[in-house]
C-alpha cells in the first residue's frame, strides 16, 4: 500500500487505459497502442509495476468494453423486472428504468392523455409488470445529431417499452432508497411552493442537479462559452455542504468533531440520491467520504489518491461510466487541477489562480467538448475567469442557504428574500451575456477525430509535467502544439480535393447542403422547418441543420437558395441567417418574405447562379403561375461528374411546361419534385429526365403518405436507384473531380421501395 501512496493513478490510469483501447477503431486505436506501448517501455527496470500495469490493461480492455446490444431489439409484451432509477415524471409523460433478472434494462414509457392525469406512483426498487411494446431506440437520422440511442448505450440501455395506459403497468414494493427518491420530490415541492420561481430554477439546478427549469438561452450561453461545469453539481458544491454543515454542527455545540463527521458519513449517500446521482455527484461525493474517513483517523491521504480510488471504485461498479460525457468531463478536469498544485501554489493572489484554474479547466476538456459540440470559444477564459468566482462564493452559497430558508422562514419572507435574489442574479447574468455578446468569436472546428483527441491530450499533458516543474519555454512549446493540432484539423476541409452533397432528413421537408471542394463554397438548397403543429420554429435548426454544418466544420454558409415559400423548404431560414454567416438568399421574383441583415437577389428562367467550383442554371419560374409550390425555382448544375436537378415542389403542369420549352432535360440526379407526391412526376418527365439516380426527402410514416406508392413505382420501372431519408437517413454524395460515389447515414437496404 506504501509504495503506491501518491501514485494509485497509475494503476487506475492503466485500468481505464483498457477500456478506452476497447473503444477505439482505426488510426486512433494505433495511435493509443504505440502510446502505451512508450509508457510501459518506461517501467521496463520496475518489473512489478510493469505487470501489474499489463494485467491491469487487459483487465481494463475485457471488462469496460462498450456494451453490446442484444440479438433481438424487439421482447416480450409483457415483462416482469425491477424499477432502478428514479421515476421522471413530467406534465406529458412518465419514464424510468427497469432491470430483470438476465440483467436487461429497459426504459419504460408511457404518455399521459393530459398535464393534470393523475398516474400512480412508481417506487425505485418496486418490482412491476409490464405490458406494451418494446423496441430498440430511434437513432440519430443525420450526421452531427444528437444520438439518444448512442446515449442510453452508454448506460446499458438498448431498448424502450412503451406503454399505453397507467394501468398496464402493477408494481409490488419498494427500496429502501425509494424513500430518499420520495424525500427528494417533497422537498422539491416545497421550494417550489415557498420561493421564487426565478430563484427556484436556479436552485433546483445547483441543489438537486434538475436543470430543466433554467431558460433555454441561458443553458445555450453556458454551453457556448464553457461554463456548463458550474451547472453540474461538482466536488465545489459537495465540498460547501460539507464544509457548511460541518461548521453548524461543530460550531454550535450541537456535535462534537467526531459526531459531525459521522453524520457527514451518513447524510453524504443520501445527499448523492437527492442532487440526482449523476457522475459528478457521485465523484464529489465518494472523494469527500474518503477525505472524512481519512481525517477521522487522523491520517493525510494525497488527492491524486482520492481521485483515484474514486475513480477505479465507479468504474468496478458502474463500468458504463467510462463511456459518459459527464463521467470523462468531471474527472479530466478534477485530475488536471490536482495535479497542478504545483503550479497554484507558484500563484501570486487570487485572480491568478482563477485565471490559471479557468485555463486548466478549459485545456483539459477541450479535445473531447470539441468532438461531442464542434465547436469552442477562444475567449471563453474570460467568461469563466468572472462567473466561477461569482458563482462558486455568491449564487451556489446562497442557493444553499434560500434552499434552507423555504424551510425555516415563512412563506412570505423566503419568497420576497429569493425575489431579490432572482433579480439581483438576473441582471448579472444579464450584463454577462452582453458583455458575451462582444466576446462571441466561435471557433468552428467540426466533430474532431479520436486520433486529433490522443494527440492533443499526449501534447496537454507534457505541457502540464513542465509547467508544473517550472519550465516555461517548454509548456510554452506543448501549449502552442496543441493549438496547432486544432488548427491543422480545422483546415484539413481547406485542403481536401473531396467535395459533398448532402440530402439531410429533417422529416417532412427538404434541406440539401453542398460542398465544394478545398472549401471553396457551401451552398444550401432549401432549409426546412418543423412542422406547422410545433410550437418551436427553430428546433429543425438547431437540432438537425446547425449540427450537421458544425460537425463538418461549417460555419459560413455562401449562398441559400430558397426554391419557394413554404415552411418544409423555408422555416430555418430565419435562424440560420441569425446564428451562422450566410452570405446570399436567392429566391424567385415571386417569393414574398424579404430576410434583414443578409443580401437577398431573385432569380428566374434562363439566370445562372455562379461561384467558383458551381455554376447553375436556373429553368424555372419564367412567370408568376399564381402557386407558391408551382413557382419553385428549378435549378439544375453538374458536380462530381454527374448532372442534377432540383425541382422543389412542382407538379405536373410545371413538368409539361418544362418539356415545351427546353430542348434537353436529362440529368443523373433527380430530386424528385414535392417529396414523392403523386401531383408530381409524369411518365412523359421521367422518361425525358432519364435520371440514373432519384432522391426523395420524406419524413418517415408521414401524414401524407409521401412518397406515394405510385411515384415509387415509375421509378423502379426505370430502374433508378432510389435514395430515401425516410428510409435511410441523410443521403451524400462524396465525389473527387468526377468520380463519386453515394452512401447513406443509416443502413440501407436495396430491396426496400
Excluded at 55 to 84: C, E, H, N, Q, R
Aim: proline share 5%; with cysteine; hydrophobic share 45%.
Amino acid at each position: 500500500m506504501n509504495a503506491f501512496t501518491g501514485r494509485w493513478h497509475l494503476p487506475v490510469l492503466a485500468f481505464a487505459a483498457g477500456g478506452v483501447l476497447a473503444s477505439l477503431e482505426g488510426e486512433a486505436f494505433y495511435i493509443f497502442v504505440l502510446l502505451i506501448t512508450v509508457i510501459l517501455y518506461g517501467f521496463r527496470a520496475h518489473i512489478p509495476q510493469l505487470l501489474l500495469s499489463l494485467v491491469l490493461l487487459a483487465a481494463g480492455f475485457i471488462y469496460l468494453t462498450p456494451p453490446s446490444p442484444p440479438a433481438s431489439m424487439k421482447g416480450p409484451d409483457t415483462w416482469t423486472a425491477v424499477i432502478d432509477s428514479e421515476v421522471k415524471e413530467t406534465s406529458y409523460a412518465v419514464q424510468f428504468l427497469m432491470e430483470d433478472e438476465q440483467g436487461i434494462r429497459r426504459q419504460v414509457r408511457f404518455m399521459k392523455s393530459d398535464p393534470d392525469e393523475q398516474v400512480p406512483v412508481y417506487h425505485h426498487g418496486s418490482l412491476c409488470t409490464v405490458s406494451g411494446t418494446a423496441g430498440p431506440f430511434d437513432p440519430a437520422r443525420n450526421p452531427g445529431e444528437f444520438d439518444y440511442a448512442a446515449y442510453m448505450a452508454t448506460q446499458g440501455v438498448f431498448t424502450k417499452m412503451m406503454v399505453e395506459n397507467h394501468s398496464d403497468i402493477t408494481c409490488q414494493g419498494r427500496s429502501y432508497v425509494s424513500f430518499i427518491y420520495e424525500w427528494r420530490t417533497n422537498l422539491l415541492k416545497r421550494v417550489q411552493q415557498q420561493l421564487d420561481p426565478g430563484a427556484c430554477s436556479w436552485i433546483k439546478a445547483l441543489v438537486f442537479g434538475e436543470k430543466d427549469a433554467i431558460p433555454e438561452e441561458i443553458t445555450e450561453w453556458f454551453q457556448t462559452y464553457n461554463l456548463s461545469h458550474i451547472l453540474a453539481i461538482s466536488g465545489l458544491h459537495a465540498g460547501l455542504l460539507a464544509g457548511g454543515v460541518y461548521m453548524v454542527l461543530y460550531r454550535s455545540g450541537l456535535a462534537t468533531r467526531r459526531q459531525a463527521g459521522v453524520f457527514l458519513l451518513l447524510f453524504l449517500p443520501s445527499y448523492t440520491i437527492l442532487a440526482g446521482a449523476a457522475p459528478s455527484v457521485i465523484r464529489a461525493c465518494v472523494m469527500a467520504l474518503i477525505v472524512l474517513l481519512f481525517s477521522m483517523v487522523n491520517h493525510r491521504i494525497p488527492l491524486s489518491d482520492v481521485i483515484a480510488w474514486t475513480a477505479g471504485f465507479l468504474l468496478v461498479w458502474k463500468p458504463d461510466y467510462l463511456h459518459q460525457a459527464g463521467f470523462q468531463f468531471s474527472f479530466l478536469v478534477t485530475f488536471s487541477l490536482i495535479l497542478s498544485v504545483p503550479v497554484l501554489k507558484r500563484a501570486s493572489g487570487l485572480w491568478q489562480q482563477t485565471i490559471i484554474i479557468s485555463l486548466i479547466c478549459l485545456l483539459s476538456i477541450l479535445p473531447l467538448q470539441i468532438r461531442y459540440f464542434y465547436e469552442f470559444q477562444p475567449l471563453s477564459l474570460f467568461a469563466n475567469v468572472a462567473m466561477v468566482p461569482y458563482f462558486s462564493f455568491f449564487v451556489i452559497p446562497v442557493s444553499f442557504l434560500l434552499f434552507l430558508s423555504a424551510f425555516v422562514l415563512p412563506g412570505d419572507v423566503s419568497r420576497g428574500v429569493s425575489s431579490l435574489f432572482s433579480d439581483f442574479h438576473h441582471r448579472i447574468l444579464s450584463a454577462g451575456m452582453s458583455a458575451g455578446d462582444l466576446l462571441d468569436i466561435p471557433w468552428v472546428i467540426g466533430e474532431l477525430a479520436s486520433s486529433a483527441v490522443l494527440v492533443f491530450m499526449i501534447l496537454f499533458v507534457r505541457m502540464m509535467i513542465h509547467w508544473c516543474r517550472g519550465k516555461l519555454e517548454r509548456c510554452f512549446a506543448y501549449g502552442a502544439a496543441c493549438a496547432g493540432v486544432l488548427m491543422v484539423y480545422a483546415s484539413l476541409p481547406y485542403l481536401s480535393p473531396e467535395g459533398t452533397v448532402t440530402m439531410l432528413d429533417i422529416g417532412q421537408g427538404d434541406s440539401f447542403v453542398i460542398e465544394l471542394p478545398y472549401r471553396k463554397g457551401v451552398w444550401m438548397i432549401d432549409a426546412a422547418g418543423p412542422p406547422p403543429y410545433m410550437e418551436d420554429e427553430t428546433r429543425t435548426a438547431k437540432t438537425v441543420i446547425v449540427p450537421f454544418l458544425k460537425s463538418r466544420g461549417i460555419d459560413t454558409i455562401d449562398t441559400i437558395l430558397i426554391t419557394h415559400e413554404d415552411s418544409d423548404h423555408n422555416g430555418s431560414v430565419p435562424y440560420l441567417i441569425d446564428q451562422l454567416d450566410v452570405g446570399n438568399v436567392v429566391t424567385s421574383p415571386f417569393y414574398p418574405v424579404q430576410y434583414k441583415g443578409v443580401k437577398q437577389r431573385e432569380a428566374s428562367a434562363g439566370d445562372h447562379l455562379k461561384t467558383d467550383g458551381l455554376s447553375m442554371r436556373v429553368l424555372h419560374p419564367a412567370e408568376n403561375t399564381g402557386d407558391a409550390n408551382d413557382n419553385s425555382l428549378v435549378v439544375t448544375f453538374d458536380l462530381g461528374g454527374k448532372s442534377w436537378m432540383f425541382t422543389g415542389d412542382i407538379s405536373v403542369p410545371v413538368e409539361k411546361q418544362l418539356l415545351q420549352d427546353l430542348p434537353d432535360v436529362r440529368t443523373d440526379v433527380l430530386k424528385v419534385a414535392h417529396h414523392g407526391s403523386d401531383t408530381s412526376s409524369s411518365d412523359a418527365w421521367l422518361d425525358e429526365v432519364n435520371a440514373g439516380t432519384a432522391w426523395v426527402s420524406a419524413g418517415v410514416e408521414n401524414s401524407y403518405g409521401h412518397p406515394h406508392e405510385e411515384v415509387v413505382e415509375k421509378l423502379m420501372e426505370r430502374d433508378m436507384l432510389i435514395l430515401r431519408t425516410d428510409q435511410s437517413g441523410a443521403v451524400h454524395y462524396n465525389f473527387y473531380g468526377d468520380d463519386g460515389t453515394f452512401s447513406t447515414f443509416l443502413p440501407y437496404n436495396a430491396s426496400r421501395k
